[in-house]
C-alpha cells in the first residue's frame, strides 16, 4: 500500500469500529453502534464517512473487514477458498472504489460433508500470526459461531465452526432451563467451581443432550444456587466443543476473544493441560495491517 494514512475498519453486526493508520502504526481509533443491521439501504458510504470523514482524503485507502461483505452488508464479497494466505486474501479483495475501498472477502473451506465459512477472523488470524511471530497455530475463536483453525506455514489450511456461543444462549434463555437461571451477566452470577464441574462433565463423553438437562435436576432439587447452575451451564456447552477437537495433553493453542472468553477458555483447556496464548481486539488491527502489506 503506498499511501502513508489508511484507515482499517471493522464492520459487524451490531457495531462499527474504525483505525487511522500511519503506515502499519494505529493513531486512533472510534467506533459506535452503527452494525450493518443499523444501516439503511445504499447507506454504508455515508455511514462509514459520518465515523470518521475527517480522515478521509483523496489519496486515503480504507480497508474493511467483517459483515460488510456478507450479503446483508455493503456488496456481497465472494469467499475466498481454503488454503489461504494473507496474500490470497488480497487477491479476493473486493474492490467498491478501485484502488480506493475495499473488502476483504472472508473464507471458504470445503469439508466432506458439507462446506464451512468465516467472515472476520480470518483477518484476526493473520494479525495473531503476525503479533506472536508465528507460522504454525493452532488457533481458537470463541463466539456465537467459535472457530477451530489449523494454520501451516502462515496459510489458513482447515477450520471449523461450533455454535457454542448460540446454543448457550438458546438453551438460557429459551428452554425450561430458562425458568432457573439468572437473566444477567454480572461477576455475581459467576461461579468457577459450577464451570469447572460442567467442563469436567462434558470432557468425559457425556452428551450434551442429557447433561443440560441436568442444570435443572440441579435446581429442582436445590443442589445449587443459579450462580452455580449459569456457570455449569456455560462449563459444559464449551466442554463439548473442546471434546470435539480430541486435543494432545499440554497442546499449545492460541485463542482470539474479549476478556471474558479469553478467561473461560483458558481455564476449560487447562483441564487438558494446553499451553493457551491469548489476544484481544488488537488482532484486527494487525491482520488489516498485513493484508494492507500485501496491496500491490
Known amino acids: 500500500m503506498s499511501s502513508k494514512y489508511w484507515i ?3 464492520w459487524g453486526t451490531s457495531s462499527l469500529r474504525v483505525a487511522r493508520f500511519e503506515n502499519q502504526k494505529v493513531i486512533e481509533e472510534r467506533s459506535n453502534d452503527q452494525g450493518i443491521m443499523r444501516v439503511p439501504s445504499g447507506g454504508f458510504k455515508q455511514t462509514l464517512q459520518n465515523l470518521c470523514a475527517d480522515w478521509l482524503q483523496d489519496d486515503t485507502r480504507v480497508l474493511i473487514s467483517g459483515m460488510a461483505g456478507s450479503t446483508q452488508g455493503w456488496a456481497l464479497a465472494p469467499y475466498c477458498p481454503c488454503p489461504a ?6 487477491q479476493h479483495l473486493l474492490w467498491i472504489e478501485p484502488q480506493k475501498i475495499a473488502i476483504v472477502p472472508g473464507l471458504v473451506c470445503e469439508h466432506a460433508h458439507a462446506p464451512d465459512v468465516m467472515r472476520g477472523e480470518e483477518v484476526q488470524i493473520f494479525g495473531a500470526l503476525q503479533l506472536l511471530q508465528l507460522q504454525d497455530a493452532t488457533i481458537v475463536l470463541p463466539g456465537t459461531h467459535s472457530k477451530w483453525v489449523r ?6 489450511m482447515h477450520f471449523e465452526t461450533f455454535m457454542t456461543g448460540e446454543v448457550f444462549a438458546a438453551l438460557r434463555s429459551y428452554t425450561i432451563l430458562s425458568r432457573t437461571l439468572p437473566t444477567l451477566d454480572s461477576p455475581s452470577n459467576w461461579n468457577d467451581t459450577g464451570f469447572d464441574q460442567g467442563v469436567a462433565l462434558s470432557l468425559q463423553q457425556h452428551s450434551l443432550l442429557h447433561t443440560a438437562f441436568s442444570t ?10 443459579d450462580a452455580f447452575l449459569l456457570s455449569y451451564l456455560s462449563g459444559l456447552v464449551i466442554g463439548e466443543e473442546i471434546r470435539a477437537q480430541h486435543l494432545k495433553p499440554s497442546q499449545s493453542l492460541v485463542v482470539i476473544a474479549s476478556d471474558q472468553l479469553q478467561t473461560r477458555y483458558q481455564r476449560a483447556l487447562q483441564h487438558l493441560g494446553c499451553a493457551v496464548t491469548c489476544i484481544g481486539n488488537q488482532a484486527t488491527w494487525a491482520g488489516l495491517s498485513t493484508v494492507a502489506q500485501s496491496i500491490s
Open 216 to 225: 435443572r435436576t440441579l435446581s429442582l432439587l436445590q443442589r445449587n444456587d
Open 8 to 10: 482499517g475498519v471493522d
Open 85 to 90: 494466505n494473507a496474500k490470497d486474501i488480497e
Open 151 to 156: 494454520v501451516d506455514k502462515g496459510r489458513i
